[in-house]
């Protein structure tokens, strides 16, 4: 593969040569390794997530058993079920768009993974393929990053940390209310452990991590400061959330497939599929 | 004696070709070792940089099986077994022969960086006073050792050839080497987001995944300066609470 570089007598950066080759084709590269597999799976698993919260956000049913709620359908502002806080759909809601109590929320928690510094980098491999991997040719020979319109509105993503510190509280919220069963024959509420219990338990642990874990947190609570050592709620702060932040491709992953399996798992025990087991 | 394959580009700017060499290695050997070997035994112009052999001085950076590494820092039994080994210059810089880059791109540029500035001095006889865990932080920056792998695995520059608007991985670290440093009262956001180009990284981590040193590139340096870049110009809410402004 031959390099190209003329002469440029330009008095810039690159003063001395100016580059024209040689990449030009989608994929080119010399690497050997099975570069592609990584960006394929991502694609495979992020597409598969988002078709199927889709799906769950628009089926309005089936999204919670007994004292579970799906975490895609909570916080359940307006709904049926008896997790609502205010009540059934509101008259508001414009009879032309499909009514689901998911719709009003998820749109929060769409936006942080979004915006994430650690998605950002796995779907623009994936799905725009800038680059499709490193050292790997690319599509489009014009680039602008996040420098402008329209990815410079990644730079929002602190915001959605903050909500997303409400809906951590509601899903732990609708951890202690999966602990409390209703007697079917007295309608007393009393404590009890199912596995929907665990699996909501789980969620809350792994969003937790995820979120926790945040590098605009890390920021926020200490990264912003050259000098930590005088401080030291934020020092211990800061060193909390970078010892999660070290493994936040792994909590990013297991919190997006665990939100998935626990609407699964509400949304077939609802459906009289699989049976909640008991443990207390 | 075992033998392994090398296909070396060999060449200048004007134009490039593969050239096959089959050399006898043993164990423990380095890439650069098996370039050494062929340069003494078969190709006695071939060109290559090196210096220390210890991944210390980040001369010898080349790209193997496509990938930017240090040929002194990559053993040949890491690679596939039986299988050629393609040896190539970086490809982000201007080629001057064979497996020699003109990588001076790179000190024009660290030029043009706001140099240290430390707050006036801590104590009478000129000295300050710092504490370890705060110098920590930035002892990481300093383990770079300018081999510019970074620098040629960044597709900013390797594909788009931002090279007037984007610093690139290298420089990043340099600048949040100062920015993050307990003594410096510099202010650096201004130029981050538009000399600089701060915004042209999305984040791919390839900078960090080729890094010898292991130096968490994208985590620990350019992600912390977009969020100090957010601050000063993305966030009205920072703007408005300007006592959480965290400099210095």
Request: glycine share 8%.
């Amino acid at each position: 593969m031959a390099q190209g570089f003329q002469a440029d007598s330009q008095s810039n950066l690159m003063a001395e040569t100016n580059y024209v080759g040689p990449f030009s084709r989608f994929g080119s590269t010399s690497r050997k390794d099975a570069w592609w597999v990584q960006p394929l799976l991502v694609f495979l698993v992020l597409s598969s997530f988002v078709v199927y919260a889709t799906w769950a956000a628009f089926q309005g049913k089936h999204y919670f058993y007994g004292p579970y709620l799906s975490p895609l359908y909570s916080p359940e502002l307006f709904g049926d079920s008896p997790h609502s806080w205010f009540g059934p759909r509101p008259d508001w809601w414009p009879q032309f768009i499909p009514w689901s109590p998911a719709l009003l929320i998820l749109w929060a928690p769409g936006l942080f993974r979004l915006t994430c510094y650690y998605y950002r980098g796995t779907y623009y491999k994936a799905f725009w393929a800038d680059p499709p991997s490193c050292t790997v040719s690319e599509p489009r020979k014009t680039y602008r990053g996040e420098h402008s319109f329209p990815l410079i509105l990644q730079n929002i993503h602190r915001y959605f940390l903050y909500i997303a510190f409400f809906f951590l509280i509601f899903l732990s919220y609708d951890v202690w209310r999966a602990l409390w069963f209703t007697d079917p024959v007295s309608g007393e509420k009393t404590f009890g452990i199912g596995i929907g219990t665990l699996v909501l338990v789980i969620n809350v642990v792994l969003l937790g991590g995820y979120t926790l874990g945040c590098h605009s947190l890390r920021h926020l609570v200490g990264g912003i400061r050259d000098r930590l050592s005088g401080a030291p709620v934020r020092r211990t702060a800061y060193r909390c959330v970078s010892c999660l932040n070290r493994r936040h491709m792994m909590w990013a992953w297991m919190s997006l497939l665990w939100v998935a399996f626990s609407d699964v798992y509400v949304r077939l025990c609802s459906m009289g599929v699989w049976t909640d087991w008991k443990i207390i | 004696m075992p033998s392994a394959t090398f296909q070396v580009q060999r060449g200048g700017a004007g134009g490039g070709r593969l050239e096959t060499y089959t050399t006898e290695v043993a164990e423990g050997m380095v890439v650069l070792d098996a370039v050494l070997q062929i340069q003494a035994e078969q190709a006695p112009d071939l060109a290559v940089r090196w210096n220390c052999k210890a991944g210390r001085c980040g001369s010898c950076s080349a790209e193997i099986n496509g990938m930017p590494k240090l040929m002194c820092m990559t053993r040949l039994s890491d690679l596939p077994p039986g299988k050629p080994i393609l040896l190539q210059p970086m490809k982000a810089f201007p080629l001057i022969k064979d497996l020699v880059t003109d990588v001076s791109w790179n000190f024009r540029v660290k030029k043009m960086i706001k140099k240290f500035k430390p707050r006036p001095p801590d104590a009478a006889d000129g000295t300050w006073r710092m504490a370890q865990e705060d110098v920590d932080r930035v002892q990481e920056f300093r383990k770079c050792i300018e081999c510019f792998l970074c620098q040629d695995v960044c597709h900013v520059l390797r594909e788009h050839h931002l090279f007037e608007e984007f610093i690139g991985p290298r420089f990043f670290v340099h600048v949040a080497s100062l920015e993050m440093h307990p003594l410096d009262v510099e202010d650096r956001r201004e130029e981050l987001k538009k000399a600089d180009g701060i915004g042209y990284c999305n984040i791919t981590k390839c900078c960090t995944q080729v890094c010898p040193e292991d130096i968490h590139i994208t985590d620990n340096a350019i992600i912390p300066l977009k969020e100090r870049v957010v601050d000063k110009f993305y966030d009205p809410l920072k703007r408005l609470f300007g006592r959480w402004r965290g400099k210095k």
